[in-house]
């Protein structure tokens, strides 16, 4: 059906303007207002769909003939909520400047608060001529085909929720611990939550969930991407798709999939209810976002909106036209460009103001900061527009330090009030307990308790500079991304083969160990090793300075079969098994045990650098090192020091002092506790060789304790005064 165009249909401004409207569309008396970006167009037109139309056929277009600094915009009588609408743009196609405006494409609208349906991935959706069979085509010529049938609408939404006495939970930086979960892999085969809301918004806000998490005594959850994605159309092809979400379709609209509502208000209303609900548990929310690139690849991939709006403003292209490719997917989006850069700013205040969320951590975080030379700058207006925007400056902020371009490693070069994910604390607890003891690692080289020492200290080498403090670290030992913890156990190798890649995805640098036997196995000695090493990584993880992570599932001991890049897998190997064997039951327990000795001793809760420093006139200070003789620490270099006792002094403060030993040698270990000022007894409250805490013998220490191999305990110090 050919659509219309009529003065009946053309924008009626009330009041003219000028200067755009709010970006987006927003519902006003009468009708609605309209902003769009698109500054090299010739032309806009709003594209309005009834809501049951699939194939486009009751399209109606209404040019917007107001524009400004490269917005367009109008007022648009008789349009009111649920209103399915796109855009559709005019201009020069002139791909080696840039410009991809072809308007046989239906375009989201990147402010859209609601997105419907699927990209139905074939021809149609190529702004460019493509072949039929296999969609790959050089992007020089533009396509005559109308994507419309084949597009997700944009969705006008009723942005008002009854959040009644809703307030966030305000979790102190220093009292916080992660839980890095995905929506559907969590509940998916959860028992209580009902069928028809596993792995949703609603199944995740459901009492069983929340118990599971409160019981487990984690304050935040952090979701994997939930902002409206799409899978690549090579996994489509090979009849997979994207399960973990970083290949953004809108920065406003939830993920319609997540939500057990099939209406897009009623999904939108689901993810809201989750955050309210999760609050009332005493749980913040934290948004895993992906602001650096979106599912349009590269020049040669398809047109689904910001290509089609304006390719030179949103996308970093080289001299070309030619995307610039930091992040590995294609395209990298330009936060120097001022509307860009607004967007991604208005979007996370939206999810904060209106979502009520508490925090985001920002995927390839180099990517976002990189300025006019291309090198990361951490004064990037994006990254100064983050730290003094009154809304999200207040929020928590946490950034993965790194991209896939050149010079993308930036651990601990984000300036406050940021956190960092810590790769170097997962890599140096992972070799302490693991890769050092694996055979023949070809170029690994064991570097004793140095460093190790630094990554419990809260890795001030990193995060000392600009008065930081300890939780400007996100440890973790364990992430979506790599080996599950039981897998760092049991796999030397990763094992992708069903990704269809043929095991060339995924990292091949592990730092794990199998303990001699290559995945599962019924040798009980391999599995007491491997349950010992598991206990070693979470006591290391959550009795450190800094923030803990927990990656969902590693608290029961959770395997994804040696597959350490599951994004494309929506089956078993990431839906979690809630059916634990006695051993995962009893590292559950070991886990909550763990997160209880943090959370009753703020002394292993440091907000600022504990340095050595005297703190009594008894001569006791505040964090002290021991050998395993009860000596200070002296021999820091040699990598055949595998023995370390770190002392937290809390009573200048009124706590208890915490004594953390640490013995990652083969053989057992005679260790002598150390006799320090104002302390007067031990009292052991946890030994990695207990299977489960209640096992073990709480008595007091005495002044030497035999450590097995690959063990660590923790004591509580007691003040005589």
């Known amino acids: 059906m050919t659509p219309l165009t009529s003065a009946a249909t053309a924008p009626s401004l009330r009041v003219a303007r000028d200067l755009p409207p709010a970006p987006g569309v927003t519902v006003v008396d009468g009708g609605i207002e309209v902003s769009v970006y698109a500054g090299h167009a010739d032309s806009v037109e709003l594209c309005l769909f009834d809501a049951a139309d699939a194939e486009g056929s009751t399209e109606r277009r209404v040019p917007l003939v107001d524009h400004a600094f490269g917005w367009w915009f109008g007022f648009v009588p008789d349009v009111t909520v649920g209103q399915r609408y796109g855009f559709r743009v005019g201009g020069a196609w002139d791909p080696e400047q840039g410009l991809r405006h072809n308007p046989n494409q239906l375009l989201m609208d990147p402010y859209a608060r609601a997105i419907e349906g699927e990209v139905r991935w074939g021809p149609s959706v190529y702004g460019h001529v493509v072949d039929h069979t296999t969609w790959h085509g050089d992007g020089s010529a533009p396509s005559e085909t109308d994507s419309a049938p084949d597009m997700p609408r944009s969705v006008v939404i009723d942005r008002s929720f009854d959040w009644g006495e809703d307030s966030p939970p305000a979790v102190t930086r220093s009292e916080t611990v992660i839980y890095e979960a995905h929506v559907g892999n969590l509940t998916m085969e959860l028992p209580g939550v009902p069928e028809d809301l596993r792995g949703t918004y609603a199944g995740m806000a459901h009492p069983v969930t929340i118990a599971h998490l409160t019981e487990l005594g984690v304050t935040a959850v952090e979701l994997l991407p939930v902002h409206s994605f799409a899978s690549e159309p090579a996994l489509v092809r090979k009849g997979l ?72 403003a949103y996308y970093r292209l080289d001299e070309r036209g030619r995307d610039i490719d930091v992040t590995g997917t294609g395209n990298t989006l330009d936060l120097r460009h001022p509307v860009m850069c607004r967007l991604a700013l208005d979007s996370l205040r939206y999810w904060v103001q209106e979502c009520h969320v508490d925090g985001f951590r920002f995927d390839l975080a180099v990517a976002l900061g990189r300025g006019r030379t291309d090198e990361f700058d951490p004064d990037h207006p994006f990254l100064v527009g983050l730290r003094t925007d009154p809304v999200l400056s207040a929020t928590k902020l946490i950034v993965e330090p790194w991209d896939v371009g050149m010079h993308g490693w930036r651990t601990g070069q984000f300036p406050p009030p940021f956190s960092e994910w810590n790769d170097r604390f997962r890599d140096s607890v992972r070799d302490f307990w693991l890769a050092d003891h694996r055979p023949a690692v070809p170029g690994h080289v064991a570097h004793g308790v140095q460093d190790l020492a630094t990554r419990l200290a809260g890795s001030r080498d990193l995060f ?258």
Not at 554 to 570: H, I, K, L, V
């Open 241 to 312: 798709a994207n399960h973990w979400g970083y290949n953004t379709l809108g920065f406003f609209a939830p993920h319609a999939a997540y939500a057990a509502s099939t209406d897009p208000q009623g999904a939108l209303d689901e993810f809201k209810g989750m955050v309210k609900l999760l609050h009332a548990a005493g749980l913040e929310v934290l948004l895993d976002v992906v602001y650096n690139h979106t599912a349009e690849q590269d020049g040669t991939g398809a047109t689904l909106m910001f290509r089609g709006l304006d390719n030179r």
């Open 464 to 721: 000392g500079a600009r008065d930081r403090g300890p939780t400007a670290s996100i440890n973790f030992v364990a992430a979506h991304d790599g080996f599950t913890l039981a897998d760092l156990t049991a796999y030397d190798e990763k094992h992708n083969e069903d990704n269809g890649e043929d095991n060339n995805d995924g990292s091949n640098g592990n730092h794990s160990w199998n303990h001699g036997v290559e995945g599962p196995t019924d040798d009980e000695q391999v599995l007491s090793r491997r349950r010992r090493s598991m206990r070693n990584l979470l006591g290391t993880l959550l009795l450190s300075s800094g923030i803990p992570m927990i990656n969902a599932g590693d608290e029961f001991g959770r395997s994804q079969n040696g597959n350490n890049n599951p994004y494309n897998q929506d089956n078993a190997t990431t839906w979690f098994d809630w059916d634990l064997a006695p051993w995962q039951d009893d590292l559950l327990a070991t886990t909550r045990h763990l997160l209880a000795i943090r959370r009753e001793h703020p002394a292993l809760r440091q907000r600022t650098w504990a340095l050595g420093r005297e703190v009594h006139e008894d001569g006791s200070i505040d964090l002290a090192w021991y050998a395993a003789d009860g000596s200070p620490m002296g021999d820091w270099s040699s990598p055949d020091n595998r023995t370390l006792q770190m002392l937290v002094n809390g009573a200048w403060l009124g706590h208890e002092s915490v004594l953390v030993v640490l013995h990652g040698g083969q053989d057992e270990r005679q260790v002598t506790l150390p006799k320090a000022p104002s302390l007067a007894a031990y009292r052991l409250l946890w030994d990695s060789a207990w299977e489960r805490p209640e096992d073990g013998d709480r008595s007091d220490a005495g002044s030497q304790v035999i450590l097995a191999a690959l063990s660590m305990r923790a004591y509580a110090v007691t003040d005589p005064t």
